[in-house]
């Protein structure tokens, strides 16, 4: 795919949605955080039904600390995994009351350090919270950019690479949650909606459904 194409599709996406941003609910960087760290392996659908009712009871570490690992645990129990995250967000709001002022950090090296925040996540908060121009590779995002070949790669970090170079940087801030929405609604896994996507005519998948 020549450079030309890819400021077109970025081009398209930011006419389509000119101000993205993710679903999950939050309302400060904390609590972003905490519903980054809940969906992985889960719909931001299902985050934001826990962390509704979660945030009305406890919204900082302090709080969340105060529920201990059990007490958090009735609050997202219907979220996959949730034996793990509730220990891992326990020890992350041990680690941002203790060496961060009871603040979410804005370094990766120090966000990567927190219990249950890997790469992806890292870059989700750079990204969402602090307006970083980075991209955080989920699913979504490693479908849609090897199959229209606007980035390819055989692992997450290999396309999260390959689009930081090769997205305009224009567009490389917004570009992270037009991909990923761009896969959920519309380049889809199993059925792909090409009749109805705004870069059909750019996209060079070879197998479109029309």
Same mark, same amino acid.
């Given at each position: 795919m020549n450079k030309q194409t890819r400021e077109e599709i970025f081009k398209r996406f930011a006419k389509q949605n000119p101000n993205?941003?993710?679903?999950?609910?939050?309302?400060?960087?904390?609590?972003l955080l905490i519903a980054v760290i809940l969906s992985a392996q889960a719909t931001d659908i299902?985050?934001?039904? %826990?962390?509704?009712?979660?945030?009305?009871? %406890?919204?900082?570490p302090k709080k969340i600390l105060?529920?201990?690992?059990?007490?958090l645990k009735t609050y997202i129990k219907s979220i996959g995994l949730y034996h793990t995250k509730a220990n891992n967000i326990i020890k992350t709001c041990q680690i941002l009351v203790s060496e961060h002022h009871s603040q979410v950090p804005h370094s990766r090296e120090a966000l990567e350090a927190l219990p249950g925040v890997g790469r992806k996540? %890292?870059?989700?908060?750079?990204?969402?919270?602090?307006?970083?121009?980075?991209?955080?590779?989920?699913?979504h995002i490693f479908r849609v950019?090897?199959?229209?070949k606007l980035a390819c790669g055989k692992t997450p970090l290999e396309v999260e690479k390959q689009l930081l170079k090769v997205v305009p940087k224009t567009y490389q801030k917004d570009a992270h949650h037009w991909l990923i929405l761009h896969g959920?609604?519309?380049?889809?896994?199993?059925?792909p909606k090409c009749g109805q996507?705004?870069?059909?005519?750019?996209?060079?998948y070879p197998d479109k459904i029309l």
């Amino acid at each position: 795919m020549n450079k030309q194409t890819r400021e077109e599709i970025f081009k398209r996406f930011a006419k389509q949605n000119p101000n993205p941003t993710t679903e999950l609910h939050y309302k400060s960087e904390f609590e972003l955080l905490i519903a980054v760290i809940l969906s992985a392996q889960a719909t931001d659908i299902s985050v934001n039904l %826990a962390t509704k009712k979660l945030y009305q009871v %406890a919204n900082t570490p302090k709080k969340i600390l105060k529920l201990g690992v059990d007490g958090l645990k009735t609050y997202i129990k219907s979220i996959g995994l949730y034996h793990t995250k509730a220990n891992n967000i326990i020890k992350t709001c041990q680690i941002l009351v203790s060496e961060h002022h009871s603040q979410v950090p804005h370094s990766r090296e120090a966000l990567e350090a927190l219990p249950g925040v890997g790469r992806k996540t %890292a870059n989700v908060i750079l990204n969402t919270a602090f307006g970083e121009p980075t991209i955080a590779v989920d699913t979504h995002i490693f479908r849609v950019a090897n199959r229209t070949k606007l980035a390819c790669g055989k692992t997450p970090l290999e396309v999260e690479k390959q689009l930081l170079k090769v997205v305009p940087k224009t567009y490389q801030k917004d570009a992270h949650h037009w991909l990923i929405l761009h896969g959920r609604y519309t380049c889809t896994a199993r059925k792909p909606k090409c009749g109805q996507c705004v870069i059909e005519d750019l996209c060079e998948y070879p197998d479109k459904i029309l």
